[in-house]
T-cell receptor
Framework: EAGVAQSPRYKIIEKRQSVAFWCNPISGHATLYWYQQILGQGPKLLIQ????????DSQLPKDRFSAERLKGVDSTLKIQPAKLEDSAVYLC?????????????FGSGTQLSVL | GQSLEQPSEVTAVEGAIVQINCTYQ??????LSWYQQHDGGAPTFLSY????GLEETGRFSSFLSRSDSYGYLLLQELQMKDSASYFC????????????FGQGTTLQVKP
């Protein structure tokens, strides 16, 4: 079974530039998550989708971050403009949803460095 | 709001047993999960407790006490490859309940 695919693996940009990350969840997984993980900290939930609808985006900095999940499958997360404090690993995860929501499968993440 | 507390670092020797504790304060609670993350890797699911008691999966066990808002992960017969960060995570109620992670415990296993 293919896992959660993310790209790119690494990205280096300057502050005020824009960047986009892509995620392809495990086939059949209804729920998709984007987490931000700053070095030495736990993953912080940015946004959660159920199929193509947003379930929770309470911690998404909406003035600069946006995310979409087209047709309930792939998802993109965009930052525009980036700030120094956005340097982190951006993890995408998926789950079956419903009562099996507790088991998340994570991708390898995109490590973002903002200079 | 939700907050989770776990020790930042734990050190143990190969073959030993180690327990990583997690206490939580949440406005709603559905269950407690544990994830393992090696340096540079993705978090991987270890266990989930929705009910009080002990769940055992091989060398790893997880315990939950809902009345005490407390859980722990028990690792037995430690191996060098167990050196990693371990995160507890709380799931909020509902079929689409979100998963909130603690800050993680770095486990170092020494020979």
């Amino acid at each position: 079974e293919a896992g959660v695919a993310q790209s790119p693996r690494y990205k280096i940009i300057e502050k005020r530039q824009s960047v986009a990350f892509w995620c392809n969840p495990i086939s059949g997984h209804a729920t998709l998550y984007w987490y931000q993980q700053i070095l030495g900290q736990g993953p912080k939930l940015l946004i959660q989708f159920q199929n193509n609808g947003v379930v929770d985006d309470s911690q998404l900095p909406k003035d600069r971050f946006s995310a979409e999940r087209l047709k309930g499958v792939d998802s993109t997360l965009k930052i525009q403009p980036a700030k120094l404090e956005d340097s982190a690993v951006y993890l995408c995860a998926s789950s079956l949803g419903g009562r099996d929501n507790e088991k998340l499968f994570f991708g390898s993440g995109t490590q973002l460095s903002v200079l | 709001g939700q907050s989770l507390e776990q020790p930042s670092e734990v050190t143990a020797v190969e073959g030993a047993i180690v327990q990583i504790n997690c206490t939580y304060q949440t406005s709603g609670f559905y269950g407690l999960s544990w994830y393992q993350q090696h340096d540079g890797g993705a978090p991987t699911f270890l266990s989930y407790n929705a009910l009080d008691g002990l769940e055992e999966t091989g060398r790893f066990s997880s315990f939950l006490s809902r009345s005490d808002s407390y859980g722990y992960l028990l690792l037995q017969e430690l191996q060098m490859k167990d050196s990693a960060s371990y995160f507890c995570a709380v799931k909020s109620p509902g079929n689409t309940g979100k998963l909130i992670f603690g800050q993680g415990t770095t486990l170092q296993v020494k020979p």
